[in-house]
């Protein structure tokens, strides 16, 4: 079987060592995780996680398999590219100077639609949502000006199809 992308959700409740847990799963199978993100869900009281792998299908039904064992663990699904939609946050410090001077900076930020969101004297930040590549992307253009910082979060995702797992909650409640 091929390796592909997929993106893992994880419906829980919220707690303690169930990260540690659920990454452990990962971590026994030597599989390498390339992005988490953990939030609120759209179920009150109920945490999701997103977790980014590259696996086989295989890999992850056994991955999903181990997870839903979880006690804490109220359902996992996974997906691939295909099955959602989904983006990344990245902010961008760089000289202030640069803004004012440099002009291709200007067009770089304007051409990529990322967004200013702070300008101090000594720097500002560039806001940029959109997939990895894009974000990657913009990072390359602005590295030959000096970067002075740089943050990209974890992939958030929702699924095209639905998710039934409200419903799914109603019924066991």
């Known amino acids: 079987m091929e390796k592909e992308i997929y993106t893992v959700s994880i419906y829980t409740e919220n707690n303690l060592g169930l990260l540690n847990r659920i990454s452990a799963i990962f971590l026994r199978r ?63 410090k760089v000289k202030s100077n640069l ?19 702070t300008v101090a004297r000594e720097f500002f930040v560039i806001e940029k949502s959109g997939r990895q590549e894009e974000i990657e992307q913009l990072y390359e253009e602005l590295l030959p000006f000096g970067i002075m910082q740089f943050v990209r979060s974890g992939r958030i995702a929702v699924t095209k199809s639905e998710m039934n797992i409200s419903n799914m909650l109603e019924i066991l409640n």
């Open 99 to 117: 803004l004012f001077d440099e002009r291709q900076i200007q067009n770089i930020i304007k051409n990529s639609n990322a967004q200013i969101v």
């Open 30 to 92: 030597h599989i390498n995780i390339k992005s988490l993100t953990v939030s609120n869900s759209e179920i009150k009281n109920v945490s999701r996680f997103i977790i980014v792998v590259e696996v086989t299908e295989e890999q992850v039904q056994k991955i999903l398999g181990q997870i839903e064992k979880q006690v804490e663990v109220i359902k996992a699904y996974y997906h691939t590219n295909d099955e959602c939609i989904y983006i990344q946050t990245a902010l961008f």
